[in-house]
């Protein structure tokens, strides 16, 4: 059982714009995804940095020419399967990790 702790916290006015648009009892739902959307991201540099790699902009922009490459020779029934199965585990990443992503 999770468990969930009330805060209360200070926000820049576009912030909380955007927060009061999710609707009644959205706020907290929004906050969590993209709290942990963040979690998983420094995570990501963390273990990145861990095995020596130290990101560049030069280095990202690199392997994002050679994605980019990569994908422009894939048929797109094989790009759509990918990104298909890459909101899947998305979708579960962001709802905790402990339930199977809806199939859509």
């Known amino acids: 059982m999770t468990t969930v702790r009330k805060l209360s916290i200070s926000v820049p006015q576009d912030v909380a714009e955007t927060l009061e648009r999710q609707g009644p009892g959205k706020a907290s739902a929004y906050v969590t995804r993209a709290v942990r959307a963040q979690r998983a991201w420094e995570q990501f540099r963390d273990e990145q940095a861990r095995r020596g790699v130290a990101p560049?902009?030069?280095?990202?922009?690199?392997?994002?020419?050679?994605?980019y490459a990569v994908q422009a020779e894939w048929p797109s029934e094989r790009f759509a399967a990918v990104r298909e199965r890459v909101r899947q585990h998305m979708e579960q990443e962001?709802?905790?990790?402990?339930?199977?992503?809806?199939a859509a």
């Open 94 to 102: 962001l709802a905790g990790g402990d339930q199977p992503a809806s």
């Open 56 to 67: 560049t902009q030069e280095g990202m922009d690199a392997a994002r020419a050679r994605r």
